[in-house]
């Protein structure tokens, strides 16, 4: 029903995406703290939308039209600053402020310090909720906006999500999108461990989404979905998108214990080789 | 000076304490919310894996599991972090804990500012405020490790709800851990003028008092763990006794303890009461200690505050 992605697109889109891996390790050794696990699971379906699927201007983040994009899961912050730096957006040398005191770049996404977050987020199950607003915002306004909220698996054991969720169902939001960075896994382990959260895609389904099950490292897969998305307006979409946690980085992929700690430096060096980054360790 | 005080983390004597008394009381049981690595609850967890409910990114939920379970006649100690504990789950823990009297005790880790990286959505400096207002509520503000472990075990022998705040960092060992509920401990004698400390900042409150000590000032440090039950006869003792007070906490001083002992001084025996804490404004991503200072906490502006004070009791020009 959608076009295949063009070749080049595609080639783009993962040439930005090894980039911002690369500075996710960087900036997270800098800081000696961050979550670097749920960044790099969450870098695919980042930079898809941000270098290809969304509507705004660089310069002028406040646009009225511009569509949106809600990081749900507000300590994936640093592939968000990763992907603003490798569009040209900030400058690559701020990236290695991030967390530190005074930096635009806080611990999660924030609106006060930086424009182009459009919700301050952290504690999770807010998020979406926002979007949902959002989008009610622009419907009434006959905005053109898209809004896009990215979750994560962990924060939907939060009854908060789903609250919002039943919202966007009800008022049937085509203009919502809800991405769901299925890993697997939260803080202290595995997902379905802690507290199961599947059926996943059928829950989605059961609260009046028109759902879409993709690999989230896929990029052509990544692209139809979202070109899927714009075409349902009578309902929001979701897109369940599974991915691997610490994708990228052959010792952090699939591990917990990545979830909320920085690389020492051995850690880093060993992950920017795995990356192919000339540059190496920045100082700290 | 003092040699710097070695230091010890409060969450490890926690999670260690929670374990030692899950080990006498086969009727505890423990609640986390997808933070137990770091609040130290796994100690329990892998003890006792069948008396342990993770139940992941669910806090109002967690706290009503929890009183369901205290409702059964068992003592619950459920914990993650205070911003989520206090923040996230409020009305829970109002009315499946407080108004139900449930017997759940809650140890809530990375209090305050000293959270420090993670930002000012993760750095609660209102949960004292929100806590203490609570009817029926204990409230603990532990200053170190021997102070955790005594009010974690006199939470657990009493019934009724409890909040304990914990912070992340380690702290220095400042008391000899014999913690009393309602009671609020004389860390250090004088009668120049009083300084009430809570939790990080009991160990500067030390260390400005033994600064002014060396010029003659003679400063009483009272660390006030137990907030509430709130010690009013020993705080009223010491506005007549050094006539001025200084309360230092990590928290907004729009609702913290400083408020408190301004209100009860005030209405029983009215002294100069000066707040150091963190003013109306939220925090933000910092390396912890750094924080204490941008947000008008250092020693500077204790020792100022201080002389301020002395000044105006007319003890110094
Ligand atoms: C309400 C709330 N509770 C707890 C936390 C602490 N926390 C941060 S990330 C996380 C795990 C989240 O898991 P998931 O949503 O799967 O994130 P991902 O694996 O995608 O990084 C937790 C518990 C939080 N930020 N917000």
């Not at chain 1, 635009?104 to 504690?123: F, I, M, Y």
């Not at chain 1, 919202?167 to 890993?183: E, K, M, Q, T, W």
């Not at chain 2, 309360?247 to 002294?271: F, K, Q, R």
């Amino acid at each position: 029903m959608t076009e295949e992605a063009p070749a080049e697109l595609v080639a783009t889109l993962r040439d930005a995406a090894v980039k911002i891996r690369r500075e996710i390790i960087r900036m997270t050794y800098a800081a000696g703290s961050g979550h670097p696990g749920g960044s790099l699971s969450v870098t695919d379906l980042v930079t898809a939308l941000l270098f290809h699927e969304l509507r705004y201007d660089p310069q002028r983040p406040d646009w009225p039209d511009r569509d949106r994009l809600v990081m749900s899961k507000g300590h994936a912050a640093p592939a968000f600053y990763a992907a603003l730096a490798i569009r040209g957006i900030l400058p690559p040398e701020e990236l290695l402020t991030l967390r530190k005191l005074g930096s635009r770049l806080q611990g999660h996404v924030d609106r006060n310090k930086l424009p182009w977050v459009e919700a301050s987020t952290g504690c999770l199950g807010q998020g979406i909720g926002m979007a949902v607003g959002m989008a009610l915002d622009a419907r009434l306004a006959k905005r053109p906006s898209r809004v896009y909220a990215v979750l994560g698996d962990g924060e939907c054991q939060s009854g908060w999500t789903w609250e919002a969720l039943m919202a966007g169902g009800h008022y049937r939001l085509g203009n919502l999108v809800a991405i769901l960075d299925r890993n697997g896994i939260e803080t202290d382990g595995p997902t379905e461990s802690i507290m199961g959260i599947e059926p996943i895609a059928d829950k989605f389904r059961a609260f009046r989404y028109h759902t879409l099950e993709i690999d989230g490292h896929d990029f052509p897969a990544i692209l139809r979905a979202l070109a899927e998305a714009r075409t349902v307006t009578d309902k929001p979409t979701a897109i369940v998108a599974r991915t691997v946690k610490g994708k990228g980085v052959s010792f952090m992929e699939g591990q917990h214990s990545w979830h909320g700690k920085a690389p020492s430096a051995a850690e880093a060096e060993k992950a920017l080789r795995e990356l192919g980054d000339p540059r190496g360790v920045p100082s700290r | 000076m003092s040699a710097a005080r070695p230091t010890e983390s409060l969450r490890d004597a926690y999670g260690q304490t929670l374990v030692e008394l899950g080990e006498r009381d086969p009727n505890l049981v423990a609640l986390d919310a997808d933070l137990s690595g770091s609040t130290r609850t796994v100690l329990f967890g892998r003890k006792f894996p069948e008396r342990f409910f993770n139940v992941g990114v669910m806090e109002p939920s967690m706290m009503t599991i929890a009183s369901g379970l205290a409702l059964g006649g068992r003592t619950v100690f459920a914990s993650t972090f205070a911003v989520f504990a206090a923040g996230q789950a409020y009305n829970a823990v109002r009315q499946s804990i407080c108004y139900n009297r449930a017997n759940v005790k809650i140890v809530a880790t990375h209090g305050g500012l000293l959270v420090g990286a993670d930002g000012g959505t993760h750095q609660i400096i209102e949960d004292i405020g929100l806590m203490q207002g609570l009817p029926g509520m204990t409230v603990i503000v532990p200053a170190d490790a021997p102070t955790t472990r005594a009010a974690v075990r006199a939470v657990a022998e009493r019934s009724g709800p409890a909040y304990l705040r914990l912070t992340r960092e380690n702290l220095p060992v400042v008391t000899d851990g014999t913690f009393r509920l309602g009671t609020a401990a004389e860390l250090r004698a004088g009668n120049d003028l009083t300084i009430i400390a809570v939790g990080a900042l009991v160990a500067r409150a030390l260390e400005v008092a033994e600064e002014l000590g060396e010029v003659g000032i003679s400063t009483r440090v009272l660390d006030l763990a137990s907030v509430k039950p709130f010690d009013a006869p020993t705080v009223l003792r010491a506005a007549r006794e050094t006539g001025a007070i200084l309360v230092l906490e990590e928290h907004t001083v729009v609702t913290g303890v400083g408020a408190l002992v301004a209100s009860v001084t005030s209405e029983n025996y009215p002294v100069p009461v000066h707040r150091v804490g963190v003013p109306d404004v939220f925090g933000e991503s910092g390396e912890p200690w750094a924080l204490l200072d941008r947000f008008g906490l250092s020693k500077e502006r204790i020792r100022s505050e201080a002389w301020e004070l002395l000044r105006i009791r007319g003890k110094v020009q």
